[in-house]
C-alpha cells in the first residue's frame, strides 16, 4: 500500500497512487491476527450450560523417587474413598474441573500435573510418570485408591501396572481408563498409515526442532491463539458437544504449556509399547472411548479391554478424544 504505483498525468507531473483497499486489508489482517480466536469462538462451539473453570485449592509440591517436583491438589473429605486423576497430554490438573466439582462430596480426589506441564518438573517418559503417579497415589490416606487416565494419564496407568502389577493389585481397587491407547498412538488414530510414514521424515525432525526453537515456538503458539487457529485445531478433537468454556480451556492450557516440553512428551509416546499390561492384573478397568475419536480411535478401548481380566467397555455416541468434558454429565 505505501509504496503504491507510479502515474504521470496528462500534463507530465508523477503522481504516488495509494489503493485504500490494500491499507484496510492490511490493518483487518493485523487485527485478525491479534483477536480473531475471540471472534471465532462463538462459531466454533456452542454456549456453556456449565463454565468449565478451575477450581480453587491449596496444592502442594512434592519430591518424586524420580527427582520429579510433582504439584498435587487434594480435593474432598480425606476420610473417604480416594480417586487419583491423571491428565492428558498439553493439559494440566485444572482440566478435571468438572469431575472435582461433581466427585469431591463423597470422594477424596487428587489431581496432579504430570512433569513438563503445569507447575510440575521432571523428566519427560513414560516410565518416569509411572513411578510418579505411584508415588501420587501414596499420598492418599485412605487405600486402595481408584487411578482414572485421560489419553497419556491412561497410558501411565498401564506404565504402572506393566512395571509393578503387584503394587496395583494391592493398592489399586479399580482403574478407569479414558480415550487411551496401549501403544504408540500413531499407530491407533485416524490415517494411520500416513502418520506412521511420516514419522522419521517429518514429525520427529519437527518435534527435535521444536525443542531447539522454543522460545519461537512458544511465540507462533500464542499468536496461534490470539488469531484463533489454534482453536480451530483443537475443534478437531472435540465432537458436537463441545462448548465454548471448554474448547478455550483446551487450547489456551496448549500454549501455555512449554512447546519443548510437548514435543518431548510427543517423542516420548513415539516409543512407547504397554500391549496387554492389564493381562495379568486381577483388577476391575473401565474402558471409555469415543465413538468419533480421531487420537484414540475406539478400536484401541476395545483392544485394551479385551486384553484386561476384568473390564468394562464403554463407546460414548457423538464424542472425539476430549469426550469426559463433553458429555461430563454421562
Known sequence: WFDGTLARDPTGVVHRIREEWMLWA???ALAWSAAGGFLLRPLLAAPDKRVLKPVKAEGRMMVSATGSNIYLEAHGDPRTPCIVLTHGWGLDRSIWSYA????AERFHVIVWDLPGLGRSKGKIDLETFAEDLRAVAAQSPTQPVVLVGHSIGGMTIQTLAR???AFVEQNVAGIVLLNTTYTNPLQTMILSPLWQALRWPVLEPLLWLTTVLEPLAWLWSWQSYLSGSAHLANRLGFGKHVTRSQLNATTLLGVKNRPGALARG???MFR???????STLDVPVLVIGGERDI?????????????????????VDD???MGFLERYDV
Open 26 to 28: 492490511g490493518l483487518g
Open 100 to 103: 472435582i466439582e461433581d466427585l
Open 163 to 165: 512395571r509393578d502389577p
Open 266 to 268: 510427543n517423542l516420548a
Open 272 to 278: 512407547w509399547d504397554a500391549s496387554d499390561a492389564l
Open 295 to 315: 487420537v484414540t480411535e475406539p478400536k484401541a478401548s476395545s483392544r485394551i479391554s479385551e486384553s484386561a481380566v476384568a473390564s468394562t467397555l464403554t463407546i
Open 319 to 321: 464424542v472425539n478424544h
